[in-house]
């Protein structure tokens, strides 16, 4: 009967239709936002049919009070702050992220001979950049004197078996330079327990990418070109699956007479770097370890930066100051995944 034959098709052609519609239809995109860590933490992911995405901001910001609860500087009462109380020859059981985040630290203090180094703490609130508060000018060198005394990672037995760790001395740790990319590892995480692989999580410039957008594009990541006082953009790279770290001394510094004071100090010397490493990008498989090797690159400085980061295949843009230029050096590395430049 071509009547009912006719209803059959348009039924089919119906059915057709729907199933295009739900596979054109394009994948949701969420986003979520906070502050931690004296900046901002966000996440975007693209929601599949089988991800769990309720309680979702909860699940973050219980992986970031993880992090400041046992390594933030600024708490008195983390596990952190009380190891740097407790007294040279305590033996302290250490919580297990703390743990991972120094077995790191440790590693790559070790690497870069002290360049990179936890224990620099008492520097960093000397030079007015920890929880005491800003300075306007240099400390005296006898005081620089007294806070080298204090650093030195060799001073700190972790026993990695039983993740005890004792100090000789008054050692100060700080997490500073690689506890938001741990952060960032957290909420990746977090994503990857609910099923979610598509994702873009960062702590401020510590970031984790995973899968596409939601327009089925990979994720695409800005590097800024620094300068004082305003915001551009240097290039754009597509990291894959991967972590991405930018540290520079651009943003936290303070000025004194002409010359810019950083935040990130040579343990070796006890000193802030010079100014003319700008900004250092590093992509590395977690965003711990881009972000304490951003760092590191950092305080080594252009040369040996370049020269560590080749050695070890790692990939790393290096922006530095040439006189009233910006010079950028890249390793081969890094250039595979520069999606396009800003000039
Ligand atoms: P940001 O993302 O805020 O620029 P970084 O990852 O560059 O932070 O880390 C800078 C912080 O690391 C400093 O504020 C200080 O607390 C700490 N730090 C400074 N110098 C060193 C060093 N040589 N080794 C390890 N940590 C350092
Ligand atoms: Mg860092």
Not at 123 to 131: A, E, I, K, S
Not at 230 to 249: C, F, K, L, W, Y
Not at 303 to 319: H, K, M, N, S, T
Request: proline fraction near 6%.
């Amino acid at each position: 009967m071509p009547g009912r034959h006719l209803h059959a098709t348009s039924l089919l052609l119906l059915l057709g239709g729907l199933l295009l519609a739900a596979c054109d239809r394009p994948p949701e995109a969420h986003q979520l936002s906070g502050s931690t860590m004296g900046t901002t933490w966000s996440v975007q992911f693209i929601a599949s049919p089988g991800s769990e995405t309720a309680g979702l901001r909860q699940d973050i910001e219980m992986a970031l009070e993880t992090v400041n609860a046992q390594m933030s500087t600024y708490r008195e009462d983390s596990d952190l702050s009380r190891f740097n109380r407790s007294d040279a020859g305590d033996r302290v059981e250490l919580p297990a992220d703390f743990a991972r985040v120094l077995e790191t630290a440790l590693e790559l203090a070790e690497q870069t001979g002290g360049a990179y180094d936890p224990t620099v703490g008492p520097l960093v609130n000397l030079w007015g950049f920890g929880p005491d508060g800003p300075r306007r000018e240099p400390p005296p060198e006898s005081d620089i004197e007294v806070a080298r005394e204090r650093v030195g990672w060799q001073k700190l037995d972790y026993e990695p078996d039983t993740g005890h760790l004792t100090q000789h001395g008054s050692i100060y740790l700080d997490f500073s330079s690689i506890a938001k990319g741990y952060g960032s590892d957290l909420m990746a995480e977090v994503l990857e327990r609910r099923g979610i692989s598509d994702y873009l999580v960062q702590i401020g410039g510590d970031m984790r990418v995973r899968g596409h957008r939601a327009d089925g594009e990979r994720w695409r990541i800005a590097v800024e070109r620094p300068a004082e006082g305003e915001r551009s953009i240097h290039s754009v790279i597509q990291p894959g699956d991967q972590a991405m770290a930018t540290s520079g001394s651009y943003r936290n510094f303070f000025r004194d007479r002409d010359k810019a004071f950083s935040h990130t100090i040579d343990p070796r010397t006890g000193y802030p770097i010079p100014e003319d490493l700008v900004s250092v990008t590093v992509l590395a498989d977690s965003a711990k370890q881009a972000d304490a090797l951003a760092t590191a690159i950092n305080v080594l400085g252009p040369d040996d930066g370049y020269a560590f980061a080749r050695q070890r295949e790692l990939a790393v843009l290096l922006l530095i100051r040439d006189g009233d230029r910006l010079r950028e050096q890249m390793t081969p590395a890094f250039a595979a995944y520069v999606a396009e430049g800003a000039d």
